[in-house]
Every structure is written in C-alpha cells, then in structure tokens.
C-alpha cells in the first residue's frame, strides 16, 4: 500500500480548505505550494498546520519554491535561496512532514546560433561545487530527522543536472520524485535516468498527459497509469494525485477507486 495525496489547488486559499477536501477524498496528505504567498515559511503558523493533520487524521508535504537555485552564481542570490530550502527543512521538521520536494535549476543559456549553452555547464566545475555546498548545507540541517529532500523531473534532465543528482544522493537524506506527466511529455528522456536510481525513488507526481497536455485526471491521457502506480508501490513511495483542480482531483480519486482492488490502494 502507499500513501496518496493531493497538490494544493489554487481554488483553495486555505490550509483549512485543502485539509477537508482531502479528508473528504481519503487521502493520505497535502503537498503545500511554497510558490504561494500564504505558503512562505513567515507566514505559516507550524502549530496551526498540526492541528489541522490532527484534526483531519493527515499529513503534509512541501513543495518548494519552482524558481529554487542555490548554484545561482550571484552569492547572494543563491544564498537566499539556499536559506529558503533551510526554512523549509526547519518546518517540515517542526510538523513532522516526509517529504520536500524541488526542481532543479537549468539556470541561464546563452543563445547561439546553432545551440544553447548553459553557462551551468559552461562553468560545470563552479556549478557542481555549488550543488555540493547546498547538499552539505541541507543534510546537516536535516541531521537524522526522517525526512527526504526529493529531487523532481521536469522538462529533461540534462548531462550535468544528472550529475548534480549523483552528488546529492550522496548524502542519504536526498531523494527522488518521478513526476510522470512530466516525463512523458519530454518522451520519456528521464525515465531511464530516475530507474537507474531506483533505490533512491521515493516521491510520485502522478497526473495523465496526452501529448505536451499535462495535469490530466488520471484515466483521460495517453499514460499507463497503472505501470506506474505498480513501481510506486514496489518502491514503497508515496503519491500526490498531480491535477490542477478540485474536479480532475475527484475524477483521479475515482478513477483510482476503481482500481483499488487489483492495486491494494487505500482508498
């Protein structure tokens, strides 16, 4: 069995609210959007988000800011940034969460006439330097606390952003997080990235896509959804059922109540 969640949906402008509807579904936990203004760590009151996992019988996951660089080469800039992912390391603490989850930054190209050169892999020794300045940062922050800091795919994995991983799974509190739709809207390019370090696979965005289309109920897409909720499973991970809406949340939650019993889901 694993633990299936919801994303916090931008209809919902409360912790209260997301905590409801998940409850309602039977889910397991929410994945609060550190992207939003009521989500930033100095406005989040720890012991009201307590309360409510008390009160609704879940937990939550955080999903950190989209725009996360810490290689950035301005010091000063990747040093807000790093601070920012320590905050959030400090309240996932503080309410006992499993899980952060981040992207990892391409960072600035250069356009050239006939390619893109991304000045993290012009500079690859400065930027690799930087990601293992951040992981050491981040693990002692972390300091034994049951608590995973999860890499997400997104738009394609380039060569050195997957030898940025392999640094930071050197340090046993970082992870990964296999978004699917993602994955299959790049054709599939970071699949075998990701299984070549399955040991490490711990998180799931899953959400069907058709085409570049992303975010779908799940059932509605191009996705073998069922592949991929079987590796879940055998990872022994957990989900966020990825959609966009309350309306394509329920229509995953009932599509996947239908499968339930081939799947041992619990919901």
């Avoid at 633990?3 to 402008?13: A, F, K, Q, S, V």
């Avoid at 959030?88 to 050239?112: E, K, Q, W």
Wanted: glycine share 6%.
């Amino acid at each position: 069995m694993i633990d299936l969640g919801m994303p916090t949906l931008i209809e919902l402008r409360s912790p209260e609210d997301c905590a409801r509807l998940c409850r309602e579904l039977g889910l397991q936990f929410v994945e609060l959007n550190m992207n939003l203004p009521q989500y930033q760590t100095d406005r989040i009151d720890p012991s009201r988000l307590q309360k409510l996992a008390e009160e609704f019988r879940l937990y939550f996951t955080l999903h950190l800011d989209e725009n996360l660089n810490p290689a950035d080469f301005n010091p000063r800039i990747a040093e807000a940034y790093t601070h920012t992912a320590l905050d959030a390391i400090c309240l996932a603490r503080a309410l006992d969460s499993p899980i952060l989850n981040m992207h990892l930054s391409r960072g600035v190209y250069f356009t050239l006439p006939d390619q893109k050169v991304f000045l993290f892999d012009a500079y690859r020794e400065r930027y690799l330097s930087d990601i293992c300045r951040f992981r050491d940062r981040c693990e002692a922050a972390m300091d034994g606390a049951p608590v995973k800091l999860c890499i997400e795919n997104s738009s394609g994995f380039t060569d050195f952003q997957t030898q940025a991983i392999d640094l930071l799974l050197e340090a046993p509190h970082f992870a990964l997080t296999f978004d699917v739709g993602h994955n299959h809207s790049i054709g599939g390019g970071d699949e075998p990235v990701i299984l070549r370090r399955r040991q490490r696979l711990t998180h799931f965005h899953l959400h069907d896509a058709a085409g570049r289309k992303n975010h779908l109920p799940l059932g509605t897409g191009e996705i073998d959804v069922k592949k991929y909720l079987s590796l879940a499973v055998s990872c022994g991970g957990r989900a966020v059922l990825e959609t966009k809406t309350a309306e394509g949340l329920c229509a995953s939650v009932q599509w996947l109540g239908q499968l339930c019993p081939a799947q041992n889901l619990p919901i």
